[in-house]
């Protein structure tokens, strides 16, 4: 079931969840007992290393050692199950096993050839529930269901995924599919592997041309031939960006990132045992996020085509196919409506037209870099390789579809991931 | 204030709002419109006559360019749609618009809403 909210599409799987407290709670069945059986001493002997116990006053560390050593079968219960249920992730509020989408605008890079970073979120796009506007919105559209999303012509955009639960995600554009240029096909698949994996990929900005090089996702109407759709297929029928997201199996989430981190014995508990404050240092895992700072003819239907290239690495999947439940998934069909006839079918305002490059240069907003050396990386597709950009395509049809593409130079880069390519100068810190 | 002369008045204040720079929004034109006599306007807009049916409510709003459920709901009347959807679950559409009164309109347009997928 996928719910709209403040702009973002939100994936939750509740009987994932509901499946992995299962596994837990046998986890604490099984193990409560061999702990209730064991002696203490180990226990005892990891409180006496810790460095807050070696510092506390003699007073404060009778007091940790008695609670260890009398340690009732009822807090030890307690310690146990809910230490377990922290570390798979359940303790939060909320389900775990979610995903929250949102697409950002942005800046149109130049299609000059170079190769640039990745540009700031410089808002969200509005997305409306299709079934608002049943009077006014095409019947075919209405079909299909799904979200309303207003873009301007050469208009970019990229897509964030935010969870912490792993996800397989296919990405398509008027039904081919973004990562392989294939068309939009039943299930995942890998050889080539056509979909995204959440969360080591928490960003998409365009079709996977080669390998750590997106084209950029840039707004075309529909039926002028530009689209990526129109220029594999030879029709424009579909248009629009789909979506669907698989969640990964509580089973194989359990086996492969869960049973190792469960507490298993006495000396795993001394922390939720120990009440006396011995000190404790909280560690912050910081979530990578790029800022959000503030027409050929006017069709109403998009479709995308390719704009420049742009460094990003899509990420192969560590995990096996089978690690992925295919049984459930949700799908989302993102109608993209030209922005200047968003009036007519919505009754709203549109949005403010995108900020020009010169605008994004004079504002300071820094351009992001991600990159991981520990994930292997997707070649990309030579089918999307093949597709003319919308540039060149202009050029070839005597057409200026882009108003601008003189280049730019982006200079300032916050650098996510967890290395550093050995030619980037790392201008701010990481935030 | 009278349910008509609280509908009237905010009917006039809508049109007169519009009229004060595009003359399409006099009384005669609004009424030629929505296929009412002007002299009937009048008297809705004065609170003379009560509110008009739901589907004259709706031509009004639509051309004044206001929403028809707030008109109605002044008008003392419930869109017929949103009868059936209270008809259909009333003890569970009852709870859900009793805990939204509170609620800040900002809050209230926040809700999560379901999306559907349809054949594609």
Known sequence: MITLKNDKLSSRFPQISDSLRRLVEQHV???????LAGDREAALSHLRSKYGYKHAERSQQVEAERQILHATRESIETALRRLSFERAGLSRAG??????VVFHRTLRIPDDGKLYPLPAGLGRFLLRLIDDFKATVDPTWLERGGVLMPMYQSEALWIQFTGSYPFAVKVGAGKINAVTGEGWGEGLQKSPQNYLVVPQQPWVDGFAVRKGVIRQFVAMPLGAGYSVEEQITGAADVGGLQLQVYPMKAEAYFRSRVADRLPKSLEDLVDELVTVDLGHSMLFAALPRRLSATS???ASAMGLGAGGTMRQEIYSDPNSLQDWDQSVSSRCFVHLCNSLV???ITGANPPHPPFTAKEYAASGVPWFDYYRDDLAVLPGSAILDGVKSVFNLGEAKGEKPLTDNSPLEPIVTIQYGNSRRPDEVREWAQH | ???AKEFGAIIRKHRLRRASDDAAFSLRQVARRVGIEPSYLSKIER????????NTIRRLAAD???DADALLALAGKVSTDLIDIIRARPAAVA???RSVRRAPTKQVAEIARQVRDGNW
């Open chain 2, 95 to 97: 709870e859900l618009l």
């Open chain 2, 1 to 3: 204030m009278s349910e």
């Open chain 1, 95 to 100: 389900s775990l096993a979610a995903l929250d």
């Open chain 2, 64 to 66: 004044l360019g206001e």
């Open chain 1, 29 to 35: 069945e099984t193990t409560l007992p061999k702990i």
């Open chain 2, 47 to 54: 609170g003379q006559q009560q509110p008009p049916g739901e």
């Open chain 1, 342 to 344: 968003w009036r007519q």
């Open chain 1, 296 to 298: 050929l003819r006017a």
